[in-house]
């Protein structure tokens, strides 16, 4: 009986050994595979050509940088993978994209030579010869021209701005940017304001037909009961974008609507205004009329400071003016006279603000005049009579006017109309500070990897309307 376990332990000791046996000659199976697995990896078919790739929306600088990255590892990654690494990079160069750390790390790897080469060129394409604020001043001062300047070689404060615009109208270089390209329903811009009427209202302003009509009943299958659902269809252009159902017409009114609203989102540009944004108000009292701003901002008149975007602060540097105030020690005014105080022939900084109908036209000529997108908000201090006067002259301006409140709390709202795709192209391509503060802006689906920080879903507020 006791031979038995030690002959057991004999057997279990053999097989462990010969256990061992085959998993070394396993490994080592393994690894004499790995030469003829590099071997495989370097005979990658390159029988497909990278043009195929390019897209209709992409920009020549765009497309040369990935065009490059895919020449230069062709014969090194699968198909599918190389197109993907080879738009990651494009992300990266131009989006500023970021994505996991080994991806960043390989991507970064194999495009060392060719980011390098492509920036290195495109330097060369920017650079242009400026003739410096200082040296011109100095110049013109003296009564000659430059002597290293001609055509060729100086350009001029207009166009330098022309070419700063175009290259804010498109990624890089490439041609400008077509925000509508490809959509279905082209240049519909929803604007997401005056509740269910906001689709009726953005269809009219491209002049396309927008039409609600009962849905066919066939199309839903009856309750349990035997009853029939009520159906809704909303069409643009004849079109079927939406349909809803519900127990009654006004529960399937507003569920087309909502689904028309998903449908189009996803499909359109939608914007919509910044309920927080800075608003101009105007109070009267018996002193005369004062304006001020509702919430603090770089932009309001009582700290409106130059910056690079106003054509004065562009032609000063010109002139010489290096910042600051003017006079020989600096001492004068550094932000520039207020364009709605001036309603009459009174000195500037004068408070005695005439209130009249004529100084009310005035005010409102010179909103409507000057760059200012924010709204003019009228208080209550302004009576029935004044707002009428104030309605009159927006119109003649070609202003947007409502009023709301009620009794002593009626207050008037005078904005400026600006076109939709004005408002896209100035958040969009221009980014334009003002613009971004005063609008929220969706891109449809399709446009989600142009802007990818306005991807995000915008709501409307009020669908009871």
Not at 189 to 210: H, M
Not at 255 to 278: G, M, P, T
Not at 288 to 317: F, H, P
Request: proline content about 3%; glycine content about 6%.
């Amino acid at each position: 009986m006791a031979s038995k376990p030690k002959r057991q332990r004999i057997i279990d000791t053999e097989s462990a050994e010969q256990a061992d046996v085959d998993i070394k000659k396993k490994s080592s199976k393994k690894k004499t595979n790995k030469p003829t697995e590099n071997m495989g990896e370097q005979s990658i078919s390159e029988d497909w050509d990278v043009d195929d790739y390019r897209t209709e929306y992409e920009s020549d600088e765009h497309w040369e940088l990935r065009r490059s990255f895919m020449e230069a590892y062709k014969n090194r990654f699968d198909e599918q993978q190389l197109v993907c690494l080879a738009q990651t990079f494009v992300n990266m160069e131009f989006l500023g994209c970021k994505y996991p750390s080994e991806t960043m790390h390989l991507v970064a790897e194999l495009s060392k030579d060719i980011a390098e080469d492509f920036r290195r060129r495109r330097e060369q394409r920017l650079k242009r010869t400026f003739v410096s604020a200082s040296d011109a001043a100095e110049q013109r001062a003296k009564g000659r021209k430059n002597p290293s300047s001609n055509r060729d070689t100086t350009i001029t404060a207009d166009q330098s701005l022309a070419t700063i615009n175009r290259k804010l109208s498109s990624f890089g270089l490439g041609e400008p940017i077509n925000l509508f390209q490809d959509l279905r329903f082209g240049k519909l811009i929803i604007q997401l304001a005056g509740g269910r009427n906001c689709l009726r209202n953005s269809c009219s302003l491209i002049k396309a037909k927008y039409d609600e009509r009962v849905a066919n009943p066939d199309l839903k299958p009856n309750k349990d009961d035997g009853s029939r659902y009520y159906g809704q269809e909303i069409l643009i252009n004849d079109e079927v974008v939406a349909t809803g159902w519900g127990d009654s017409l006004k529960t399937c009114k507003l569920e087309a609507f909502k689904q028309a609203l998903i449908v189009l989102q996803s499909q359109c540009y939608s914007y919509k205004i910044n309920s927080s944004r800075d608003t101009i108000k105007v109070e009267k009292d018996g002193n005369g009329v004062k304006i001020n701003v509702t919430q603090k901002s770089a932009d309001n008149l009582g700290s409106s400071k130059l910056d690079e975007s106003n054509k004065g602060y562009n032609i000063m540097r010109l002139m010489g003016w290096t910042g600051g105030g003017l006079g020989r020690l600096k001492q004068g005014r550094e932000e520039p006279v207020g364009y709605l105080l001036k309603s009459n022939r009174t000195g500037f900084g004068s408070n005695n603000t005439d209130a009249s109908a004529d100084s009310f036209r005035k005010l409102i000529e010179n909103y409507a005049q000057s760059s200012d997108i924010r709204d003019l908000q009228f208080e209550p201090t302004f009576s029935k009579d004044e707002r009428a006067i104030l309605h009159k002259a927006a119109g003649r301006f070609s202003l947007r006017s409502s009023s709301y409140g009620t009794g002593e709390d009626r207050r008037l709202l005078i904005s400026k109309k600006i076109p939709p795709e004005t408002i896209l192209k100035e958040v969009l391509i221009h980014r334009n500070p003002k613009f971004c503060e005063r609008y929220f802006v969706q891109v449809p689906t399709q446009k989600a990897h142009l802007f990818p920080g306005h991807a995000v879903d915008l709501a409307l507020e009020d669908l009871s309307a």
